[in-house]
Nanobody, 127 residues
Framework: QLQLVESGGGLVQPGGSLRLSCAAS????????IGWFRQAPGKEREGVSC????????NYGDSVKGRFTISRDNAKNTVYLQMSTLKPEDTAVYYC????????????????????WGQGTQVTVSS
């Protein structure tokens, strides 16, 4: 059974950093591109970043470009999101999920149709 467990969230001051982890099980992890998404209160879920199955290609939303870095360790079935220079508007519940891949092996921040969202991890940026 496909399972993705997010962790690493917490309360951090503006300008601070956090590293989120997404641990996967129940599927062939290194076949899939993985994305991070977030949902703030009263807002729709949005794509934050994604990484191709090999890790050779990444993509970022405009609001996090230059501040967040996505990476993966296929040996550990884990994807990471290093978040730096955090802003109050980054406050949200963060989720990970397998995402679409183009024929050029680039990831797209659209979750696959079979995705069932997990609990997510709460990130709160506040002084």
């Amino acid at each position: 059974q496909l399972q993705l467990v997010e962790s690493g969230g917490g309360l951090v001051q503006p300008g601070g950093s956090l590293r989120l982890s997404c641990a996967a099980s129940g599927f062939t992890f290194d076949y899939y591109a993985i994305g991070w998404f977030r949902q703030a209160p009263g807002k729709e879920r949005e794509g934050v970043s994604c990484i191709s199955s090999s890790g050779g290609s990444t993509n970022y939303g405009d609001s996090v470009k230059g501040r967040f870095t996505i990476s993966r360790d296929n040996a550990k079935n884990t994807v990471y999101l290093q978040m730096s220079t955090l802003k109050p508007e980054d406050t949200a519940v963060y989720y990970c999920a397998p995402v679409l891949t183009t024929v050029q092996a680039m990831c797209v921040m659209i979750p696959l149709s079979f995705v069932s969202w997990g609990q997510g991890t709460q990130v709160t940026v506040s002084s």
